[in-house]
């Protein structure tokens, strides 16, 4: 049986090991990040206000629906790719009055709003049930 103090000592040393090669001693290097958002300034930032205050005044433009399965919706994460099946894209006329970042796309998946990068078709940011 290990003592605290030593189960702490060791997981100290296996948080220090870095995860990949090139990366510096003591940095943890997160695999699906590293190279995807280098340059951290180019990303977006999304108001979540303003794009909820956009859906609400264009409520003529969009119908209601029901939240995916919890199954489903354990997919619908940052980083992760974009459902095929379970999502689909807005209509034009809403696309227009939401914010437009370059590189990105919105989609939609049951009541929730979706950021997809358009290089790879990966989740960015998920507004949760932005459409009810």
Known sequence: MFRAGSLISIVSI???IPLDANAAPGTQANA???NDHA???RLPVVNYYQVKTLLQASKRDWSPAAAL???ARQSLRRGRTLPRQQSRRLSPR????LPRYDGYQWWR???DL???RTSNQMIFDVLVDAFQ
């Not at 809403?94 to 009055?97: A, D, E, F, M, T």
Request: glycine share 4%; no cysteine.
């Open 14 to 16: 296996l948080l220090s």
């Open 32 to 34: 699906r990040y590293s």
């Open 39 to 41: 340059n951290w300034d």
């Open 69 to 71: 399965p919890a199954d």
């Open 94 to 97: 809403l696309v227009q009055q």
């Open 109 to 111: 998946a049951g009541s």
């Open 114 to 116: 979706l950021l997809v």
